[in-house]
């Protein structure tokens, strides 16, 4: 039994001493949207919202174990960002509070034209296989994103309120969907110019939750998604890569997220329960593996 045992042991320690293990880093760019559904009318014939893509960034460190000289598994360990850009033009509201602590606040209707740039920062952690061909190394396998931060810049543009049919209402958003404040808290800045025929002086930056009632967090903190890329050696070392990540995991909790459409004008909030949001981003690197 030892001998086969001791058998084992050394047949372990001569295939691992076979493999080639290497590390390295690689740093570039992310073209990142969401993909899923859009706020529509009630009768499907317009679409009020668009997901359009913006630009990040990913950095961080790599490491390949080769099995032989053509195939292997690498995994990396990085910052990356994540998100997209979210228009909506179509009826909707915004709300006006009392005060700081104020959540319910007063409803108010109008057109908005919105234009909200969402980046989600993760810890990605890629695990993919690899095949070397020539100078190509062609790759595909999971990743695993923890997400650390989560912001949301824009703005927010009313028409046709009750205040004034021809003068606009703008809210610049500059807010973290991980620390803002709901509802009256929300306020991050005060205008000087009072809302049209009032006294009122509307907020001129609001938080991420402003128009909620609540700040339970929008986004959730994992993304699972498939991941497909090559990357091109210009020597044994340096390489330029290119990939894509394809979300799994519906990125938004229905309880905070918020519909934006009000065709009918009454009432106020109301959440996509049934909505899903994923993940897509292209990335574009630059890396050297020692």
């Known amino acids: 039994m030892r001998f ?5 042991a050394l047949a372990t320690f001569t295939s691992l001493s076979a493999q080639e293990f290497s590390g390295g880093f690689r740093a570039g760019l992310n073209f990142i949207t969401f993909d899923g559904d859009q706020e529509m009318s009630a009768d499907g014939t317009l679409t009020f919202e668009e997901f ?9 460190a790599t490491f390949a174990l080769a099995f032989t000289d053509l195939v292997g598994v690498k995994a990396d360990l990085m910052y990356s960002q994540k998100g997209g850009e979210r228009r909506f033009s179509g009826p909707s509201f915004f709300y006006l509070y009392a005060g700081p602590d104020d959540v319910a606040g007063e409803v108010n209707f109008g057109r908005l034209e919105a234009e909200i740039d969402v980046v989600n920062s993760y810890i990605d952690i890629p695990v993919v296989a690899y095949y070397r061909l020539g100078i190509l190394e062609i790759e595909g396998g999971a990743s695993m994103g923890f997400l650390v931060n989560s912001r949301a810049s824009g703005g927010l543009t009313y028409t046709n309120t009750r205040f004034s049919s021809t003068e606009s209402i703008i809210f610049n958003v500059d ?6 404040e709901a509802g009256g808290g929300g306020v991050l800045g005060r205008s000087e110019i009072p809302l049209p025929r009032t006294n009122v002086l509307p907020p001129s930056v609001i938080s991420a939750y402003y128009n909620n009632s609540s700040n339970d967090p929008l986004y959730r903190r994992f993304d699972f998604g498939l991941i497909a890329g090559v990357s091109v050696f210009l020597n044994n070392g340096l390489f330029l ?9 519906d990125l938004t909790r229905p309880e905070n997220d918020l519909r934006l459409t009000n065709e009918e004008q009454v009432g106020g909030r109301e959440y996509n329960e049934a909505d899903e949001d994923f993940s897509r981003s292209i990335q574009a690197s630059i890396g050297f593996r020692f």
């Open 241 to 249: 890569g290119a990939r894509y990540q394809y979300g799994l995991t």
């Open 52 to 60: 359009n893509r913006t630009t990040g960034f990913h950095v961080g």
């Open 4 to 8: 086969f045992f001791l058998l084992f």
């Open 175 to 180: 807010g973290s969907y991980f620390s803002d």
